[in-house]
């Protein structure tokens, strides 16, 4: 996508009341990010699936217009060999003008609420993935060496762990839940995610001390050491840990939660049925 075609979509989107506060493109070849300014979760939740639908229009419009073949696809992970799109969260809470996560007097400039927040996320990690990567093809984004937050961990400064703390600090201050990606549900991925840093804070959950170096660099061995597990590798195994969680399938609520499983069940059967070129290249003429 050039640079123009990109300013077009973002003066579109901010006819539409969005507040874009960055667009510019990514690593994979035709990957971009478009990031617009926070509000509360409802209402975000809201902006997010307007935002894919307008996308879609605007592009299809300009398309017809220019004659050219585009195309948009918030597909987890389109094309084998290259970086996967997620949906990078940017979460804090306020009571009424105050960022509960800011503290000016500690060292980090995180309070403890922010803290226990992350340590709520990180234990209930497993059960949310299947809530925020929901379907098969969000575990081919999920993979060590292309970006993706694959490690259960935090860091101040550290784009390979699960959880990077942004610099920006007093009303800014936020935490940024990485794993997500474009197939979730922003309703349910944002009430999991909250209901998950609430049980931090509710039951003082310790997060443990912040990983500051690159994961992928280190061996299966070291990541052990520091008690730095791994998140659902499968859809299969994301929903059986959401379903051996009962914290986060109570957020959901039993209807939802039932209906959910029942779908990601009926999907893994579908897929993992299938014979795909891969499987025929590799073995087709043993």
Same mark, same amino acid.
């Given at each position: 996508m050039s640079p123009d075609f990109r300013r077009?979509?973002?003066?579109?989107?901010?006819?539409?009341?969005?507040? $874009?506060?960055?667009?510019?493109?990514?690593?994979?070849?035709?990957?971009?990010?478009? @990031?617009?300014?926070? &509000?509360? #979760?409802?209402?975000?939740?809201? @902006?997010?699936i307007t935002f894919k639908q307008a996308i879609k229009a605007i592009v299809d419009n300009m398309a017809t217009f220019d004659q050219m073949d585009y195309k948009v696809t918030f597909m987890p992970k389109p094309f084998f060999g290259v970086n996967g799109s997620g949906m990078h969260c940017h979460q804090s809470v306020f009571k009424g003008d105050k960022n509960l996560f800011s503290d000016p007097n500690s060292e980090t400039g995180l309070s403890k609420d922010a803290m226990r927040f992350?340590?709520?996320?990180?234990?209930? #990690? =497993?059960? $949310?993935t299947a809530i925020t990567n929901p379907i /098969?093809?969000?575990? &081919?984004?999920?993979?060590?060496?292309? !970006?993706? =937050? $694959?490690?259960?961990?935090y860091g101040l400064k550290n784009r390979s762990a699960l959880i990077r703390v942004p610099s920006a600090r007093g009303k800014a201050t936020r935490i940024?839940?990485?794993? =997500?990606?474009?197939?979730?549900?922003p309703y349910l991925a944002f009430a999991v995610m909250l209901e998950a840093g609430i049980d931090g804070i509710k039951n003082k959950i310790d997060p443990g001390d912040p990983v500051e170096i690159n994961i992928y660099e280190l061996t299966e061995e070291e990541?052990?050491?520091?008690?730095?597990? /791994?998140?659902? *590798? *499968? %859809?299969? !195994? #994301?929903?059986?840990?959401?379903? !051996?969680?009962?914290?986060? %399938?109570?957020?959901?609520? &039993?209807?939802?939660?039932?209906k959910f499983l029942e779908l990601k069940y009926k999907e893994w059967d579908e897929y993992r049925v299938q014979v795909f070129g891969y499987e025929q290249r590799k073995y087709l003429d043993i």
């Open positions: 077009e979509l973002t003066i579109n989107l901010e006819e539409l009341d969005f507040e $874009v506060e960055a667009s510019h493109h990514e690593v994979a070849p035709g990957q971009n990010e478009i @990031a617009f300014k926070f &509000k509360d #979760a409802l209402k975000t939740a809201d @902006a997010v992350m340590g709520g996320l990180l234990k209930h #990690a =497993p059960a $949310v /098969v093809n969000s575990y &081919k984004r999920l993979v060590p060496g292309y !970006e993706a =937050p $694959v490690y259960m961990a940024e839940y990485r794993s =997500p990606d474009p197939a979730c549900n990541r052990e050491e520091r008690g730095i597990k /791994v998140l659902p *590798s *499968s %859809l299969w !195994e #994301a929903y059986h840990s959401l379903e !051996e969680d009962p914290y986060i %399938l109570n957020a959901l609520g &039993k209807h939802i939660s039932e």
